[in-house]
């Protein structure tokens, strides 16, 4: 399988006979439609499944659901929220919540929580386990939050963490965010996870326009033994 980097939290995973694509927020940082998405993924042979973790813009664009015009195969798998929020209707896609679950022939999504709205999806297919993590994480704004407030939010992202790995322990591939914004502790999130979930491939998201910032974070996912692959140009890939 190939994880191939759209933009944002927006990823491309092509496999043999399909192909996903996860948060679409735009083809390019330029906001165009021109991309690996228009020019490659749409015309790729295979079915397309289309998801989206929550309504917030920078993870869900409506203009997905013209590429149906393009596309005759495909699936929409959506967030419930999108739905609750009126940002699609009933029947434009398959909607799941947290513990649900999409299967066919090709693979299985499962649905687990998150810390902000939405949900997350653990992806079983063709003998991989995936692992998108929407908005899920640690939004610990140490520097911003009280020590009461960061705790909450520990609370809440540990137990959400525990939930995945009682059903999960060790992944193939896993895309989550190490977002800057966050200050002093901005990856304690992705640390935390790596700590808990065997992890083979670790790719970071959410980091905005400062990807060299997240740098810093290899030293400790290779320490654990992750393979750690930061991409942030458009079309950049990796195979896993």
């Known amino acids: 399988m190939r994880l191939v980097y759209i933009y944002h939290s927006g990823f491309a995973i092509l496999a043999e006979g399909f192909s996903i694509v996860i948060d679409y927020y735009r083809d390019t940082s330029n906001d165009s439609d021109e991309g690996y998405v228009h020019d490659c993924l749409l015309h790729r042979p295979g079915k397309l499944y289309v998801l989206s ?18 596309k005759e195969d495909i699936q929409y798998i ?22 649900e679950v999409y299967q066919d022939d090709n693979l299985t999504i499962k649905a687990f929580g998150s810390t902000d709205v939405g949900v997350s999806f653990l992806i079983k297919a063709q003998e991989r386990i995936i692992f998108h993590a929407g908005d899920l994480n640690n939004w610990h704004w140490k520097d911003e939050s009280t020590p009461v407030e960061a705790g909450e939010a520990e609370k ?23 977002d800057p914004r966050l200050g002093t502790d901005f990856m304690r999130g992705a640390q935390q996870f790596i700590d808990r979930i065997q992890t083979d491939v670790f790719v ?18 290779e320490s654990k033994g992750v393979r750690y ?6 079309g950049e890939g990796t195979d896993f």
């Open 53 to 70: 973790s929550h309504f917030h813009p920078d993870h869900f664009n409506p203009e997905v659901l013209k590429w149906k015009e393009q």
């Open 78 to 99: 959506f967030s419930k929220d999108i739905l609750k929020r009126r940002r699609a209707k009933s029947e434009d896609a398959f909607y799941i919540r947290k513990g």
């Open 156 to 178: 809440y992202y540990l137990q959400e963490l525990d939930i995945i790995a009682k059903d999960t322990d060790k992944m193939d591939l896993v895309m989550f965010p190490v």
């Open 204 to 221: 970071p998201m959410h980091f905005w326009e400062r990807p060299a910032e997240v740098e810093v974070f290899a030293p400790y996912a």
């Open 229 to 234: 692959v930061l991409l942030s140009v458009c």
